[in-house]
């Protein structure tokens, strides 16, 4: 095996690896093709290959079990890491989820997601970068080396067009050829031959009649065209059709075992036999999975990935990273000069010379959003919410919620979720029961929450034979008298007891065909009120019978859910105004709730949840003075947001999020993001997520994002590529030169001007457009862009290579590039391009 790389990792020997699959039967190598359980590939000690891990990841690397108790980095949502629009940032994330990844015994992370902002409707979108495919490109290759360099596969998904939820098993996304090359394959495209990614997730839905994992273009374009040499997994219960999948160029049926899922197993056994398919491609499949053992450090003999020498990530420096990308992907879209927030109370009040007086008001403000819902779902060690991040920053801050946003139970917490009295270690949390058919108890644990799941069965509660029924004991304690509802969330049947009395005995189902992602991220519930007095405690026991859920096979859930008593709407809209007006100044934090954006579903509205506008435009006329923070994965509608002078989109960001938070309103940090989407002001003419009879017809082509915008003329509330700092920047002038030695485009130079107060990050981004074109185009696309700091004063010359497929497009079956005058424009934002020059190509 030849020796490992500091930057591109191990370099299998070929010849090595033919050696190790030539040693396998046919069985052994079958056996391979399909992993052994939920997350892992199998062990096969005659090649000498180890148990290899693979990880849900976007967000964190969340391991091999869904437990709190096994907590995670929680990293910014990928929308934060595009909105930085700084490649540099997204590698040092993707170091960092490398050093994670081998605390955790994780080899594989199944991210970066690269599928496109098509609509924000989208319930994805959080999970993805960008509705332009070149800023996609360019963040999720950084992401990818800064995994791969430090010995940690990463996983491209989800190959291709898994651009939106809605049926996304089993719809047919109709793509004509150019914008499929164009748009949807060029991340893939530049991230497998520019960062070399190691593996790649075939996604569940069919492109133009295919499904993705027996699509002919895994071996045409991946194999054929781009020379991938790594590895395609399906996305977990993907592959269907035996045959058809082995003919195709997935290698890994994910998950396993085989008896229990995927198309392979005995049936490829007897395939091969009969001649159906060739024993040759089972033969690359198989050194595909090898290669990719070599690289990452699961061979025998193998020399050590550099990822094996990183030593655990340190609390505090996790922090402070964490802390500094979720700042650098905040964008201020508005700022009439109330931001950055004095800490000291105006002179125009009392008690000039004190701390600034701060009203801190909204449902997201003490329960923040710091990562979306599904697969991207990790538990950090701890979560800083924007309340505290706040009370951090030593301001007298009062909080009330002004509305509730939840339109479910949210999962029971502190301080009203109690461990059960009689457990020696009381806390919050809850006591876990399994219990045999026979009735007998299997085993138990002590838990830190109130969502518990369990996928592919309970080992990783340690409990190895079949489990009947599950027991989940807590405690409820009122803070305040009142109607407290108490529920549960689940598939199945359910029986809540409280004080051993029976509050219902119910059968929670959703609909035929949901999603299983849907049916574990947003679960149908059921609530019985119960009165409580102030400091009362009741006795909580949930039971359920695991069998009694439709997808028992794949995950268990149950989720203990309470809604504490709360005025109504109108009287927390009251009570929010009463405190706005009292306090020098306030934030409002808004924002969207895990039943409006996860996997496994789309949005229908892009309105915020609940009557969080009205609280908005009510908290504004009583203090002009509020900023309002946007706590959402994509684009919500903002109805209000002329009259607001200070809006900052945070996104999800992380643990951290809060004191990131805190620091830029206060200044202490650059507000550094650059929007990656457009942001609508309204939701006319966006593309649909619903298919029709099964088919769901991209019919924009091309014209998705600004884009579209640009075509139709309409006007966006914040256009591609807006956000404002603290400083003002001058644009003076732009010159084209030769590309670097080796290097094919042009060569683009941008000279600017900090011309504030203070020091600053700008965003110089190139767009190029092709006047009088025979070819339909759109009026510009994003070709290049850089990131610039600069002080009070200073100018600086910042250079971007606007490489020769910017200049291209696809036409027939190759890259053209239609003779003629080229304009590059360069500026701030999409909408805002000062500086022009023209570049003639033959």
Not at 451 to 457: D, E, P, Q, R, V
Request: proline share 7%.
């Amino acid at each position: 095996m030849a020796p490992a790389d500091a930057t591109t990792g191990v370099i299998p020997d070929e010849a090595e690896l033919r050696r190790r699959a030539g040693q396998l039967s046919l069985d052994q190598k079958i056996r391979l093709l399909t992993g052994a359980d939920f997350w892992a590939l199998y062990s096969e000690p005659e090649a000498g290959l180890r148990r290899l891990v693979l990880s849900d990841g976007p967000a964190g690397v969340r391991g091999e079990s869904w437990d709190e108790r096994d907590s995670s980095a929680n990293v910014p949502s990928a929308t934060a890491l595009a909105a930085t629009w700084d490649p540099a940032r997204a590698e040092a994330i993707g170091m960092l989820l490398a050093r994670e990844a081998r605390r955790k015994g994780v080899d594989v992370l199944l991210a970066p997601t690269v599928n496109l902002h098509r609509t924000p409707y989208a319930g994805r979108c959080f999970e993805c970068f960008s509705e332009d495919p070149l800023l996609t490109a360019r963040i999720g290759a950084a992401y990818v080396r800064g995994l791969q360099r430090c010995g940690v596969g990463a996983t491209v998904k989800h190959f291709v067009g898994n651009d939106s939820e809605t049926q996304r098993m089993t719809v047919d996304v109709r793509i004509d050829d150019r914008t499929l090359r164009e748009l949807y394959l060029a991340p893939f495209e530049a991230i497998v031959r520019d960062a070399g990614a190691w593996a790649v997730m075939a996604a569940y839905n069919g492109v133009n009649g295919s499904p993705m994992t027996q699509s002919p273009l895994l071996r045409d374009i991946l194999h054929g065209e781009w020379g991938y040499d790594g590895l395609v997994m399906s996305d977990w219960t993907a592959a269907h059709d035996t045959e058809a999948t082995a003919g195709a160029a997935l290698d890994l049926a994910m998950p396993g075992p085989a008896s229990l899922y995927g198309p392979w197993g005995e049936a490829l056994l007897e395939a091969v036999g009969k001649g159906a398919v060739d024993e040759a491609l089972i033969d690359d499949k198989v050194i595909r999975i090898l290669r990719l053992a070599a690289r990452v450090g699961a061979l025998a003999d193998g020399p050590a990935p550099p990822g094996l020498a990183l030593q655990a990530p340190d609390s505090v420096a996790v922090a402070q990273e964490l802390g500094t990308a979720a700042a650098a992907g905040f964008v201020l879209a508005r700022n009439d000069g109330l931001l950055p927030l004095p800490r000291y109370g105006p002179a125009d009040r009392p008690g000039l010379g004190r701390r600034l007086r701060l009203a801190v008001i909204g449902p997201n403000a003490e329960v923040a959003r710091t990562m979306g819902g599904g697969s991207a779902t990790v538990f950090p060690p701890y979560t800083i919410s924007p309340l505290e991040g706040l009370r951090n920053s030593g301001l007298q801050v009062t909080y009330t919620p002004g509305v509730t946003s939840h339109l479910r139970g949210a999962a029971a917490r502190a301080p009203w979720l109690l461990r059960p009295d009689r457990v020696a270690d009381a806390g919050t949390g809850a006591e876990i029961r399994f219990l045999s058919q026979a009735g007998e108890l299997a085993g138990s644990e002590l838990r830190d929450g109130a969502t518990f799941m369990w996928l592919s069965g309970f080992a990783t509660s340690g409990v190895a034979e079949p489990v009947a029924r599950l027991e989940v004991r807590c405690v409820i304690r009122a803070t305040v008298g009142g109607e407290y509802q108490l529920g549960v969330s689940g598939l199945g049947r359910y029986r809540l007891l409280v004080d051993g009395a029976e509050a219902f005995d119910a059968v929670l189902a959703l609909p035929e065909d949901s999603d299983i992602a849907e049916a574990l991220m947003r679960p149908p519930q059921q609530l019985a009120s119960v009165r409580l007095a102030a400091g009362q405690s009741v006795d909580v026991v949930v039971e359920h019978d695991v069998d009694s859920s439709p997808f028992a096979g794949l995950g268990t859930l149950v989720q203990l859910n309470l809604v504490p008593p709360h005025g109504t709407d109108e009287e927390e809209i009251a009570a929010a105004v009463a405190l706005a007006a009292a306090s020098d100044a306030a934030v409002v934090v808004v924002g969207t709730t895990a039943e409006a954006e996860s996997e496994g579903f789309d949005r229908t509205t892009l309105a915020l949840p609940g009557r969080q506008d009205d609280l908005v435009r009510q908290v504004l006329a009583a203090n002009p003075r509020t900023v309002v923070v946007v706590n959402s994965g994509a684009p919500v509608l903002l109805p209000w947001a002329q009259d607001a002078p200070a809006v900052l989109l945070s996104w999800f960001g992380g643990q951290e999020y809060g004191d990131a938070l805190a620091d830029v309103l206060l200044g202490d940090a650059e507000p550094g993001g650059r929007l990656p989407m457009t942001w609508p002001a309204s939701e006319e003419g966006l593309p649909s997520t619903e298919p029709v009879d099964g088919v769901l017809t991209y019919h924009e082509g091309l014209f998705i994002g600004y884009r579209g915008y640009d075509r139709d003329g309409r006007q966006p509330l914040f256009p591609f590529g807006h956000g404002t700092g603290y400083t003002t920047w001058a644009h003076e002038s732009v010159t084209l030169d030769q590309p670097p030695a080796g290097a094919s485009g042009v060569a683009v130079c941008v000279q600017l001007r900090n011309t504030g107060s203070r020091r600053g990050r700008e965003v110089v981004q190139v767009y190029a457009s092709r006047p009088d074109s025979a070819v339909e185009r759109p009026a510009k696309w994003l070709a290049g862009f850089a990131t610039v700091d600069a002080d009070p004063g200073e100018t600086v010359t910042v250079g971007i290579l606007i490489p020769e497929r910017a200049f291209q497009h696809w036409s027939g079956d190759a890259w053209s590039t239609e003779p003629g005058t080229f304009v590059l424009a360069a500026g701030p934002s999409s909408a805002s391009l000062p500086l022009t020059a023209s570049v003639v190509l033959p």
